[in-house]
């Protein structure tokens, strides 16, 4: 057989148990193939899947038809699994799935819309998660893909001076709801409930790989400690806008029963808001693998001042 330049692509993706892993940008994002998650998954398996989770950030996989308690358990192979969200209500019979659903707020919706932000999942707890598995449950016909940045790279490519500027730094991040218009005081009582405010290092290291990564977010980090509030919003915005680079990002067109899993630790995501307006359903489960307390460059832990642990 004549091996074409793409044959050979394919085969070089091969992992040492026979995955097949796709790379889909130059810097985040691959799908999986060659693995089914309804059934056992032997610990080689488990393995590959979490170095791939390590070196592309977030993985993807396709046509995975589980249920509520077969993603649970499939995210139980890579730690503990949390109770579906700190403050908002979880799905029936599974505690530990939070559910997404355009659908829970359609009576409403006409009244505000939540702004959509660059976010790193539950940063406002002590130990945020180390990661988050997401299965497209209703997906509409075309919008609603999610976006994944690399946070590593992002503050790699950070110029000397900021690195060793933010290197030592640390930043509030509190639970809030940030709006676009109208009145949300409905779901910010209800998100808001618990307190959450914890202050963790702006470049935290990555326990599993070393990376120093940029560890803010527009969506809960509110400000910087050392910085004066005009000096911590100008730095907060450069960083915001930088983690934000199209060039360190992967776009995911769902389809039903895909799954994304997240390296929480390294990433921020995106969540899509092209779909509400053309009348489109859009239904997501997502459940949380416990993490550990960041630490930062030099080696300081994060503090909690306000609400407990996630686990």
Request: proline content about 10%; overall charge negative; charged content about 15%.
């Given at each position: 057989m004549t091996i074409t330049s793409e044959t050979a692509n394919v085969d070089e993706s091969r992992s040492e148990v026979g995955l097949d892993i796709r790379?889909?940008?130059?810097?985040?994002?691959?799908?999986?193939?060659?693995?089914?998650l309804t059934g056992p998954i032997e610990p080689q398996v488990v393995a590959e899947v979490r170095a791939a989770l390590l070196k592309w950030k977030v993985v993807f996989f396709r046509d995975q038809h589980i249920t509520p308690a077969q993603q649970i358990?499939?995210?139980?192979?890579?730690?503990?699994?949390?109770?579906?969200?700190?403050?908002?209500?979880?799905?029936?019979?599974h505690p530990e799935v939070f559910p997404l659903d355009s659908r829970a707020y359609a009576d409403v919706s006409s009244e505000y819309q939540v702004r959509s932000l660059w976010h790193t999942d539950v940063t406002f707890v002590?130990?945020?998660?180390?990661?988050?598995?997401?299965?497209?449950?209703?997906?509409?016909?075309?919008?609603g893909d999610t976006q994944w940045t690399n946070l590593a790279v992002a503050y790699e490519t950070l110029s000397k001076p900021?690195?060793?500027?933010?290197?030592?730094?640390?930043?509030?991040?509190?639970?809030?709801?940030?709006?676009?218009?109208?009145?949300?005081?409905?779901?910010q009582k209800m998100f808001t409930r618990t307190s959450y405010e914890t202050v963790h290092p702006v470049v935290r290291?990555?326990?599993?790989?070393?990376?120093r990564v940029l560890f803010v977010s527009p969506n809960f980090t509110q400000r910087i400690v050392e910085l004066s509030n005009t000096?911590?919003?100008q730095v907060l915005d450069l960083l915001f806008s930088h983690l934000a680079t199209p060039a360190f990002t992967v776009r995911f067109r769902w389809q039903p029963d895909s799954i994304a899993f997240w390296d929480n630790r390294a990433t921020a995501h995106l969540?899509?808001?092209?779909?509400?307006?053309?009348?489109?359903?859009?239904?997501?489960?997502r459940i949380t693998i416990a993490g550990d307390v960041p630490v930062g460059v030099d080696g300081s832990r994060s503090e909690s001042r306000e609400g407990e642990s996630f686990a």
């Open positions: 790379p889909m940008s130059g810097y985040i994002g691959a799908e999986i193939f060659g693995i089914d358990a499939f995210g139980r192979l890579f730690g503990q699994v949390t109770p579906g969200h700190p403050t908002l209500p979880t799905l029936e019979g002590h130990n945020p998660p180390m990661g988050s598995i997401l299965r497209g449950v209703v997906i509409p016909p075309y919008g900021i690195r060793d500027l933010i290197d030592g730094l640390h930043a509030v991040h509190v639970n809030q709801i940030i709006l676009e218009r109208g009145d949300g005081s409905k779901l290291v990555h326990p599993e790989t070393g990376e000096e911590s919003q969540v899509p808001t092209d779909y509400g307006h053309l009348g489109f359903d859009r239904v997501m489960h």
